[in-house]
């Protein structure tokens, strides 16, 4: 039989190749890697030298509390000044004038004075509650906080919200770091509230510009501000033991972090 012109001689056969792996390759084994191989990636791990250090917010927490026993401290000048905006608001009803017609007294500098103040505290308290809420989730990253960064600040200053979310705040920064200072915190917060109602309810009371309304807060303005000034002082022993328990607990965290 002639072959045929157009078909190439036998040759030796050879053995088929051997199939190249596709599947993940185990780090550090290249034995196996083929040509269609994934790239060998290493599992996600940051060396601890290579993390940002974790640093105590000590120096902030001594601020809030000396901001805050000069709030209370004004707090209580204020109160004690009282009886003087009484006589001036007693004043301008016999003359027919409002409440915000009445002369201004040392009463009235001295909460202007009490605002300032307490412009300072809440800058200052946000940001330790910034930097212990940081801390928190540096040494605690599995606890869920109820509430986001942002509500560190604007949890204060946004109406009806304001009535609970700073409260959860601080809760949380307490729970992921010491539950010793939880307790406190309900305290410390119904005791805010307090002074928080008293305070302003004393403010519109002393503002306001309708006839008859100077008699009206002359008759209570004494007694609402001595609530305010006992609440506030309950509320600033409450409020101390916290931001030390919150502090004294990050500082030993952060130390056994290394």
Same mark, same amino acid.
């Given at each position: 039989m002639t072959q045929d012109p157009f078909v190439p001689p036998a040759g030796p056969t050879f053995p088929a190749a051997p199939p190249v792996p596709t599947g993940p390759v185990a780090p550090g084994d290249s034995s196996t890697a083929g040509p269609t191989a994934g790239p060998v990636t290493a599992p996600y791990w940051t060396p601890q030298s290579a993390r940002p250090p974790v640093r105590s917010a000590a120096g902030l927490g001594v601020a809030v509390i000396v901001l805050a026993s000069v709030w209370t401290?004004?707090?209580?000048?204020? &109160?004690?000044?009282?009886?003087?905006?009484?006589?001036?608001?007693?004043?301008?009803?016999?003359?027919?004038?409002?409440?915000?017609? &009445?002369?201004?007294?040392?009463?009235?500098?001295?909460?202007?004075? &009490?605002?300032?103040?307490q412009v300072a505290a809440f800058l200052v308290t946000c940001f330790w509650l910034t930097a212990s809420r940081n801390i928190a989730t540096a040494v605690n990253p599995t606890f869920a906080h109820k509430r986001g960064p942002v509500w560190v600040w604007l949890g204060w200053v946004v109406p009806v919200v304001s009535l609970w979310f700073p409260f959860q705040v601080v809760r949380d920064v307490g729970r992921s770091t010491s539950r010793a200072s939880v307790p406190a915190i309900g305290g410390w917060w119904a005791a805010w509230l307090v002074y928080l109602g008293t305070s302003n309810l004393a403010g519109r009371l002393t503002s306001s510009p309708t006839e008859g309304s100077a008699a009206n807060a002359a008759d209570v303005l004494v007694g609402m501000e001595g609530i305010a000034t006992v609440s506030m002082i309950v509320a600033l022993v409450?409020?101390?033991?916290?931001?030390?328990?919150i502090t004294h607990a990050q500082r030993a965290r952060i130390a056994a972090l290394g």
């Open positions: 401290a004004v707090q209580v000048l204020v &109160s004690l000044l009282a009886p003087e905006a009484v006589k001036a608001l007693r004043r301008a009803d016999l003359a027919g004038l409002g409440a915000r017609d &009445s002369n201004f007294t040392t009463y009235d500098a001295a909460g202007l004075l &009490s605002v300032l103040v409450l409020w101390v033991g916290i931001v030390r328990d």
